[in-house]
Nanobody
Framework: QAQVVESGGRVVQAGDSLRLSCVETGRTSESYAIAWFRQAPGQGREGISCISFSDGTSENADSVEGRFAISSDRAKNTVYLQMNSLKPDDTGVYTC???????????????????????WGQGTQVTVSS
């Protein structure tokens, strides 16, 4: 059973950049994807970015396109979420999760299907102050 642990969240100012990390262990397949989700206070969980390990392709939701970028370091079993030009609306708990297959199976420009992902981490809090 794959497990993920997120880190890197903290309080930043609007316009700042921040990089989150997601370390994955225990996977049993080479064909899998890891996605980042965020949940703002009082709102549902939104899948914002995903990377497929089989071919390195990624999907970003329109809400973060051009500001956020996902990448991976396979040697470290780590997925990163680089967040630039942060806004107060980006405040929330950021969590990563994995799914078998590719991001294109589960994600569109509107985001990733929460119910198709598993092995959720505990999340890391990002707070963007104005």
């Amino acid at each position: 059973q794959a497990q993920v642990v997120e880190s890197g969240g903290r309080v930043v100012q609007a316009g700042d950049s921040l990089r989150l990390s997601c370390v994955e262990t225990g996977r049993t397949s080479e064909s899998y994807a890891i996605a980042w989700f965020r949940q703002a206070p009082g709102q549902g969980r939104e899948g914002i970015s995903c990377i497929s390990f089989s071919d390195g392709t990624s999907e970003n939701a329109d809400s973060v396109e051009g500001r956020f970028a996902i990448s991976s370091d396979r040697a470290k079993n780590t997925v990163y979420l680089q967040m630039n030009s942060l806004k107060p609306d980006d405040t929330g708990v950021y969590t990563c999760a994995s799914a078998l297959g590719k991001c294109s199976y589960y994600c569109t420009a509107y985001g990733c299907d929460t119910f198709r992902f598993h092995s959720w981490g505990q999340g890391t809090q990002v707070t963007v102050s104005s």
